[in-house]
């Protein structure tokens, strides 16, 4: 995908409203901004690339809230082998 349109993004999101878009790449942007990687390949900045997980279809609506407990599980698994390897 060369570039990425908002349109591209609410064909996924499956609405004609840009506030349902706002919020969902918003939710990602915090997730990404507390350490979960991106879910698509790129060099683009993080707006860009929230962007393209949503276009992609990798990040809906349904499963924002899977993607956080996953996130936060993998981030606890981390965590624990640090300290482990630090005992």
């Known amino acids: 995908m060369a570039r990425i ?3 591209d993004c609410l064909k ?3 609405s004609e409203n840009r506030f349902t878009l706002i919020h969902l ?3 990602r942007l915090k997730q990404h901004r507390q350490g979960m990687p ?3 390949e790129g060099k ?3 707006i860009v690339m929230t962007l393209r ?3 992609a ?3 809906t609506a349904g ?3 899977q993607l956080a407990e996953k996130g936060r599980q993998n981030s606890k698994a981390a965590a624990d082998e640090v300290e482990e390897a630090a005992s």
Do not use: Q, Y
């Open 5 to 7: 349109t908002v349109e």
């Open 12 to 14: 996924e999101v499956g």
């Open 25 to 27: 790449a918003l939710a």
């Open 38 to 40: 991106f879910l698509v």
């Open 44 to 46: 683009n900045k993080e």
């Open 53 to 55: 997980e949503i276009a």
């Open 57 to 59: 279809g990798k990040v």
């Open 63 to 65: 499963n924002i809230r």
